[in-house]
């Protein structure tokens, strides 16, 4: 998937904010300024959140209550020390969870999460997916349908 303004990121991200359900894990990767916290924004929007989202860099988790409840995790500054905050409570919580910089979990994460991984390219950027697990699947697949009906 490729977008080549904000606009489309954050409407890619509220088409899979209205397909999320409770439970659902995505993991967001990327260099900084790749459009994590953007696409979150849209993520945010499609949960019927109308807060303004905000990075959680320095807070670590930003809980924020919509159609269900978003858990907004950055977990670059736990240093790949997933037991130094309790991830339980939003893992398996009553909501959804987001989780930038999510591969440095490693072992940490659940069976089954939706991987994302953005990328800056040209003026524009580049977004990846990667299922693992089968309701993960399931989300991928009709979010891809409902972003290739967005125009760039």
Do not use: C
């Amino acid at each position: 998937m490729k977008s080549q303004n904000e606009v489309t990121l954050i409407a890619w991200g509220e088409k899979l904010g209205g397909l999320l359900e409770v439970g659902d894990v995505l993991v967001l990767s990327g260099d900084l300024g790749a459009g994590k916290t953007t696409l979150t924004k849209g993520i945010a929007r499609g949960l019927g959140i109308n807060q303004m989202i905000k990075s959680p860099t320095y807070t670590i988790v930003r809980e924020y209550e919509g159609r269900l409840p978003l858990y907004h995790l950055d977990v670059y500054r736990i240093e790949g020390d997933p037991d130094s905050i309790d991830l339980d409570a939003f893992l398996f919580g009553d909501g959804v969870t987001v989780i930038e910089w999510g591969e440095l979990m490693g072992d940490a994460l659940p069976n089954d999460y939706l991987h994302l991984t953005l990328y800056h390219e040209d003026q524009g950027r580049r977004l990846e997916l990667a299922a693992l697990g089968s309701r993960s699947q399931k989300l991928m697949e009709a979010w891809k349908d409902a972003a290739a009906r967005i125009g760039d």
